[in-house]
């Protein structure tokens, strides 16, 4: 027993006490309400840019804490010219479904030459 509240004391000292560290809370109640409220009526990465600054935190945290409420919706990934992602598999998938024959070795083609074939076989192949 008397070991017990050596090792306690030990403890509370080197990490805090668990009850501090319980009751710490990154956001307030208050914080979350405007959060979501202001995100839900503008779901844009200008929102979280703005509550970032706002709150003092960092984006990713804006972020993380919307996704743990549930209302973020993440922002659909873009090309550097903002035409949506278009990965391999879709490319290989089109050409497949064109010929109508599986061609399991055709992915490990260069993205480049797998969307000249689909160009030059007119497939519209599109991000999902």
Known sequence: MKWEKITNKINEFLYGSIETMAQAKNYTDEMVAQMTNDYQENPTRETVD?????????????????????????????????????????????????????????????????????????LSVSAS
Do not use: N, W
Request: proline letters at 4%; charged letters at 25%; aromatic letters at 6%.
């Open 50 to 122: 703005a509550l970032a600054k706002q709150f003092g935190k960092t984006t990713r945290s804006i972020i993380a804490k919307l996704s743990r409420e549930g209302v973020y919706v993440a922002q659909p990934r873009t090309t550097k010219t903002g035409e949506p992602v278009v990965s391999k598999a879709q490319f290989v998938s089109a050409i497949e479904s064109h010929f109508d024959m599986a061609m399991p070795t055709l992915v490990k083609a260069g993205k480049q030459d797998l969307q000249k074939l689909a160009e030059a076989l007119e």
